[in-house]
Antibody
Framework: QIHLVQSGAEVKKPGASVKVSCKAS????????FSWVRQAPGQGLEWMGW????????NYAQRLQGRVAMTTDTSTSTAYMELRSLRSDDTAVYYC????????????WGQGTMVTVS | QSVLTQPPSVSAAPGQKVTISCSGS????????VSWYQQLPGTAPKLLIY???KRPSGIPDRFSGSKSGTSATLGITGLQTGDEADYYC???????????FGGGTKLTVL
């Protein structure tokens, strides 16, 4: 069974940073990458970027450039997304999702991590 | 305002068929594969269709996808109450260098 298990909910103050983890199991970690997608309360899906678990290459959404950083740790099969200089409009559920490339569909999703900025 | 345009809501009776449209442009749908996701209330999205019309294993053939030009369509036949969810289309946009999604369509099975 393939699973992506994310870290728990976070409450942060404006200006702080948050780092969300996504632990993968059930497949070869380095054969795929991860997209990170967020969803503000009552809103649609917003793509934040993608990281290759094979070589660490990243592709970030332009509107988040400079504030977001995605990394992976192959020793623990875990992907991370850090968002800095948090604002109230960053309040959202953050999802990691497995994909074969930055432009490709994502087939496995984590359960989501609620980040509240207040 | 989403880059891809979906109707906010659709509805149909159990057992009937419904289609959900997704309209874009040559920089996104027109030159890239489209995927569709189902999001049941309070849960993470789930992949229904990828590469315009392919179904992942475990997705019933009641769900189908198609693409023509700069528009894509999700079809659902034999509607069940368990199909009530939000549905999103997504694709790569070469001009924005980003994955873009539609605003989502809420399906109600009356």
């Amino acid at each position: 069974q393939i699973h992506l298990v994310q870290s728990g909910a976070e409450v942060k103050k404006p200006g702080a940073s948050v780092k969300v983890s996504c632990k993968a199991s059930g497949y070869t970690f380095t054969s795929y990458g991860f997209s990170w997608v967020r969803q503000a309360p009552g809103q649609g899906l917003e793509w934040m970027g993608w990281i290759s678990a094979y070589n660490g290459n990243t592709n970030y959404a332009q509107r988040l450039q400079g504030r977001v950083a995605m990394t992976t740790d192959t020793s623990t099969s875990t992907a991370y997304m850090e968002l800095r200089s948090l604002r109230s409009d960053d309040t959202a559920v953050y999802y990691c999702a497995r994909g074969s490339g930055y432009e490709s569909a994502v087939d496995i999703w984590g359960q989501g991590t609620m980040v509240t900025v207040s | 305002q989403s880059v891809l345009t979906q109707p906010p809501s659709v509805s149909a009776a159990p057992g009937q068929k419904v289609t959900i449209s997704c309209s874009g442009s040559s920089s996104n749908i027109g030159n890239n594969y489209v995927s569709w996701y189902q999001q049941l209330p309070g849960t993470a999205p789930k992949l229904l269709i990828y590469d315009n019309n392919k179904r992942p294993s475990g997705i019933p053939d009641r769900f189908s996808g198609s693409k023509s030009g700069t528009s894509a369509t999700l079809g659902i036949t034999g509607l069940q109450t368990g199909d009530e969810a939000d549905y999103y289309c997504g694709t790569w946009d070469g001009s924005l260098s980003a994955v873009v999604f539609g605003g989502g369509t809420k399906l109600t099975v009356l």
